[in-house]
């Protein structure tokens, strides 16, 4: 597998490589090899090559299977053509259009509910971001001084696209499959999301399809997110609310994420840079390593490759027993170890496996 390092800003120096180090020791264990290619992306690009997105990184990202991205810190930017929000053109580019992102709770951390297991498919290029959802101008204007226009863009390509791969997902787990939309207002926009996702249904007859209206979904989310297994949604609703159920499992660092494609996926984390906590090494990799572990199973799935699918299930336990054994912890997880610390208490359990 040919797989490229993208370190991203801020933590993204940190948790990057210890994603990197985890996933290269599973992958040992599994006779699985991978040919790294680190790629330089963000502030640290700009501030060396002048770019935050340098020419050639599409093309070279194009001969890989897939990228680990860390955590991007555009806000802070220069506010020049040279210094674009790299993931979006990633997104786009790669039609990286299934934003996967798992909530799961863990008997051993503090968190609002025990019990939770979920999965949230977010569309990924369309909707009312207005960095990905025309080819050319801008999807959000300002005809004058006192008005200001956004525009969603709703396809049923898009819409199906995402839907079967909520769908089969939801086949691989509790065989329960939730849509979360607001056709009752979005008549049209919502209302043709929802169609590609009933049209579907017939093709999956052994998964339970519901409904559910998002502020009606939010609530419920968190009262009781137990009743849910995988939900799809649109893409503004889906970054909302899966910052939400996030911080019912113990914050954004519980978050991994993978956005996934016809041909390429990207393991990238929900979470933000986190400048504040940047350089002192306790920033927690839960969610870049497990995002790493997202990114081994789909290739391995998708090229029919055993060992790289145990390979992913072997993080996946070693993680789950670091934290069972709190061995290690973050400080946002109530420990006193540091970000390379957890690293090496989960590749210490790789190893003893």
Not at 264 to 287: C, E, F, K, V
Request: aromatic share 6%; with cysteine; net charge negative.
């Amino acid at each position: 597998m040919r797989i490229g390092i993208l370190n991203g800003d801020d933590i993204g120096h940190e948790i990057v490589p210890e994603t990197v180090k985890v996933m290269q020791v599973a992958a040992e264990a599994t006779g699985v090899h991978i040919d790294w290619e680190p790629i330089p992306i963000g502030r640290q690009a700009y501030d060396t090559l002048g770019n935050t997105m340098p020419a050639g990184t599409l093309d070279r990202l194009t001969a890989l299977d897939g990228w680990i991205l860390g955590p991007i810190g555009h806000m802070v930017y220069p506010k020049v053509a040279e210094a674009p929000n790299p993931h979006p053109i990633l997104r786009k580019h790669f039609d990286l259009f299934a934003n996967i992102r798992p909530v799961k709770s863990y008997p051993d951390l503090p968190s609002v509910h025990q019990g939770v297991d979920l999965v949230i498919v977010r569309e990924n290029n369309e909707g009312f971001q207005p960095d990905r959802n025309v080819v050319a101008g801008c999807g959000e204007f300002r005809p004058t001084h006192d008005v200001t226009i956004s525009v969603r863009v709703i396809t049923r390509n898009g819409s199906s696209k995402v839907a079967r791969a909520a769908f089969e997902l939801a086949r691989t787990r509790r065989k329960h499959l939730t849509v979360v939309h607001k056709d009752t207002v979005f008549k049209l926009g919502c209302g043709m999301f929802v169609e590609e996702c009933r049209k579907l249904a017939a093709e999956y007859p052994e998964v339970q399809l519901d409904e559910a209206i998002v502020d009606t979904f939010a609530m419920r989310l968190v009262m009781t997110p137990q009743r849910y297994d995988v939900i799809v949604t649109t893409n503004m609703f889906g970054d909302i609310l899966t910052d939400e159920a996030a911080g019912l499992v113990g914050g954004l660092g519980m978050a991994p994420g993978l956005c996934a494609g016809p041909q390429h996926a990207m393991a990238q984390a929900t979470h933000g840079s986190a400048p504040d906590i940047a350089g002192r090494n306790i920033a927690n990799p839960y969610a870049m390593i497990m995002s790493g572990k997202m990114l081994l199973d789909w290739l391995g799935r998708r090229h029919g490759d055993a060992a790289a699918v145990n390979a992913a299930r072997r993080i996946e336990h070693a993680v789950e027993r670091v934290l069972a054994e709190r061995r290690s912890l973050t400080p946002d997880l109530g420990g006193s170890g540091t970000t390379t610390s957890m690293g090496d208490a989960v590749v210490a359990a790789l190893r003893a496996e």
